[in-house]
């Protein structure tokens, strides 16, 4: 019996006699075991970002400052936009995005980077062509949480609060997630 039910047990064994102990054992497979209560340790952190991610708050940094553990920020460009580009306007214009998409990448890299530093966090930086859903599920499994931004992927409206991106993501993942 755990601490919860003993504490429920203790608390109104006077009061109802064994009708506590009787519901706490046909509703024990609703209730949190012991291992379900524990707090997962957090090591690792990985935040993706892409030119939807404007601003970050500060509660986020708060929030994530308050594990040990070492971040991950991944800047992914879009590899279809590109291949769009090259295919629809010409292979100069590819390449042209491609050299400004990086550009806005690492400047968002280092920016976001050194306010996590300022925090105390180990910040590693990995910029590249991708899949921007697919890619994220992939390096989430060797992850402990992910922080992902709602507009991550797309921009984001009244009607539509959370990015299709963020959702398939947070579907597909196994590990804790903060949603800023």
């Given at each position: 019996?755990?601490?919860?039910?003993?504490?429920?047990?203790?608390?109104?064994?006077?009061?109802?006699?064994?009708?506590?102990?009787?519901?706490?054992?046909?509703?024990?497979e609703f209730l949190?075991?012991e291992e379900e209560?524990?707090?997962?340790?957090?090591?690792?952190?990985?935040?993706?970002?892409?030119?939807?991610?404007?601003?970050?708050?500060?509660?986020?940094?708060?929030?994530?400052?308050?594990?040990?553990?070492?971040?991950?920020?991944?800047?992914?460009?879009?590899?279809?936009?590109?291949?769009?580009?090259?295919?629809?306007?010409?292979?100069?214009?590819?390449?042209?995005?491609k050299r400004r998409?990086?550009?806005?990448?690492?400047?968002?890299?280092?920016?976001?980077?050194?306010?996590?530093?300022?925090?105390?966090?180990?910040?590693?930086?990995?910029?590249?062509?991708?899949?921007?859903?697919?890619?994220?599920?992939?390096?989430?499994?060797?992850?402990?949480?992910?922080?992902?931004?709602?507009?991550?992927?797309?921009?984001?409206?009244?009607?539509?609060?959370?990015?299709?991106?963020?959702?398939?993501?947070?579907?597909?993942?196994?590990?804790?997630?903060?949603?800023?």
């Open positions: 019996m755990g601490i919860y039910s003993s504490f429920i047990g203790r608390k109104f064994k006077h009061i109802a006699g064994k009708k506590y102990e009787d519901i706490i054992k046909h509703y024990r949190l075991t209560k524990m707090l997962p340790e957090i090591r690792s952190i990985l935040m993706p970002l892409d030119r939807y991610v404007k601003n970050i708050p500060d509660e986020v940094y708060e929030t994530v400052s308050a594990y040990d553990a070492s971040v991950l920020l991944v800047y992914i460009m879009d590899s279809e936009i590109f291949h769009l580009l090259s295919q629809t306007l010409s292979k100069e214009a590819s390449e042209e995005f998409e990086e550009i806005v990448g690492r400047e968002m890299l280092d920016k976001i980077a050194k306010e996590l530093e300022d925090f105390g966090l180990r910040v590693q930086r990995r910029i590249f062509f991708g899949n921007k859903s697919e890619d994220i599920i992939r390096l989430a499994e060797n992850s402990d949480m992910l922080v992902i931004s709602r507009a991550y992927g797309s921009e984001i409206t009244k009607t539509s609060p959370l990015s299709p991106i963020v959702l398939k993501i947070i579907q597909h993942l196994k590990i804790p997630a903060v949603v800023y």
